[in-house]
């Protein structure tokens, strides 16, 4: 996410999931702001009332990601949109698609947990605590539907990017995927356009 902010000199950050803050805390960005309903990096914010508060000059909004969109007027676009909100696929297959509706002409949307590494991060959670959700298929049933440059990169669980500015990515080598795990693990590379850190720092170079 910092070296797309970088790279593109974007300016504004949207963050879908805020929890305690780890990533948001961590994203320079001249204007930021997250979407959590139940944002608790400090007992002061588990105590907001439904709304939105100010953090150290930022926006967190303590509502779902469904009423943010709605609420949110048309005309405001952001530069860079991290999805890492509830880990349910049709939830995160709404969060992309409202996202791309805010989302600016050269804007990128960058997701979280698209490459679970076992069937339990997908089901009831490693004995690590580690749960990815079902994600991975909404990146998956995005990535087959529609015309945008999709990729994973191969770090951290797996971390999506949906780029409508770039050259559309082959799909073909998804027309077998039918949602089963064992096929997905097989063939991820393929399913997801797998691309390693290095492979993705040479696209945006």
């Known amino acids: 996410i910092k070296h797309l902010i970088k790279r593109n000199r974007y300016t504004n950050y949207l963050e879908i999931g805020y929890f305690k803050g780890w990533s948001f805390d961590r994203v320079n960005c001249i204007h930021k702001a997250a979407v959590d309903l139940y944002p608790c990096k400090t007992i002061e914010q588990e105590k907001w009332e439904h709304g939105m508060h100010l953090y150290e000059g930022n926006t967190i909004f303590k509502m779902t990601s469904d009423e943010f969109f709605k609420n949110l007027s048309p005309s405001s676009k952001f530069d860079i949109i991290f999805i890492d909100g509830l880990h349910e696929e049709h939830q995160v297959y709404r969060d992309i698609t409202n996202s791309l509706e805010h989302l600016e002409e050269d804007g990128i949307i960058v997701m979280h947990d698209c490459s679970p590494l076992t069937y339990e991060m997908v089901t009831t959670g490693s004995p690590l605590g580690e749960w990815c959700g079902t994600t991975y298929k909404a990146f998956i049933d995005f990535r ?62």
């Open 144 to 205: 087959r539907t529609t015309d945008y440059f999709t990729c994973v990169v191969d770090t951290d669980y797996g971390v999506g990017i949906i780029d409508p500015g770039r050259a559309a990515t082959d799909r073909t080598s998804m027309e077998e995927y039918l949602g089963n795990w064992e096929y997905f693990s097989r063939n991820r590379r393929a399913i997801l356009n797998l691309k390693s850190e290095e492979e993705f720092l040479s696209l945006y170079n």
